[in-house]
């Protein structure tokens, strides 16, 4: 029996600013037959705050609270583990917030940053490049948001974060110590905390093998693939993660629901 579901974003509810066909009434669906849900997105573009009133705007009631992003749970992390710790971030100006938000100190100087976050960055230059090149070679800790190699969007993808952690990697010969967001342990387990249901009643659904589906996997959840962003059925000939079940989009996810229950 499922009793809630982690919706991914980008590529299975909407695709850029258009919601997916048959989204709004498969959520108001599920909602009325008593399933929790938890939106859960590695984009650190926006905060939790813009995500639901995005989702709001398309047709889908959503709070800040039904949202989980990779920067709330990095900022989290690092809140947790190193209060107050001073922290350079590759990132866009919501992430910021949120690490500021969560008592860590933003800085830019190589002396004495102590964390050096790596984020999807539309604005990354070679001078934000080289300031975390410097810090990280003169130890400070190098952590990152999400691993995706892409972000689906309307007519193809744009590159992501992966891009800026293989640039620090490349250039520092370091690894990164830490990605946050899905498939990341982290990750589930904050969202499946504000989910409020057992993990064995719980479904991730997305369309990426490789973040969303290895999560579900390797999280011991049900994990539903879904065709509407990068993932074709070509792509599980090729991967060593097979989700439980494949649906062409979230408009049949309330026919999915219903069998499974």
């Known amino acids: 029996m499922l009793s809630g579901y982690l919706l991914d974003l980008d590529g299975t509810v909407y695709l850029s600013d258009h919601l997916i066909d048959g989204a709004a009434g498969v959520i108001a669906t599920l909602r009325s037959r008593g399933r929790r849900i938890v939106f859960l997105t590695n984009k650190p573009l926006y905060s939790r705050a813009d995500y639901a009133e995005k989702l709001t705007n398309l047709g889908v009631d959503a709070s800040e609270d039904d949202v989980i992003n990779s920067s709330y749970v990095l900022a989290r992390y ?9 922290v350079y971030a590759i990132g866009e100006p919501p992430l910021l917030a ?14 004495t ?20 090149f410097q810090a990280i070679k003169r130890g ?27 640039a620090l990697e490349a250039t520092t010969g370091k690894k990164v110590e830490i990605v946050v967001g899905k498939p990341s342990p982290v990750i ?15 479904a ?17 959840i049900i994990g539903i693939l879904t065709l509407s962003g990068v993932t074709s059925r070509s792509d599980l000939d090729h991967s060593d993660v097979h989700p439980n079940h494949i649906i ?14």
Request: glycine share 10%.
């Open 98 to 111: 949120e690490l500021e938000g969560s008592g860590l100190s933003l800085c830019d100087d190589p002396e």
């Open 113 to 132: 940053i102590e964390y050096v976050i790596a984020a999807f960055d539309r604005t990354f230059t070679y001078e934000k490049l080289n300031i975390g």
């Open 140 to 166: 400070a800790h190098f952590v990152a948001t999400n691993p995706d190699r892409t972000c689906p969007v309307e007519g193809g993808e744009i590159p992501d974060a992966a891009g800026v952690i293989a």
């Open 78 to 86: 690092l809140a947790e583990r190193a209060p107050g710790a001073r």
């Open 204 to 220: 991730m659904v997305g369309d990426r093998l490789e973040t969303d589906m290895r999560m579900a996997r390797d999280g011991g």
């Open 188 to 202: 589930i387990s904050v969202a499946i905390e504000r989910l409020g249901v057992p993990r064995g009643e719980c």
């Open 248 to 261: 062409n989009s979230i408009a049949e996810l309330s026919d999915l629901d219903a069998d499974l229950n």
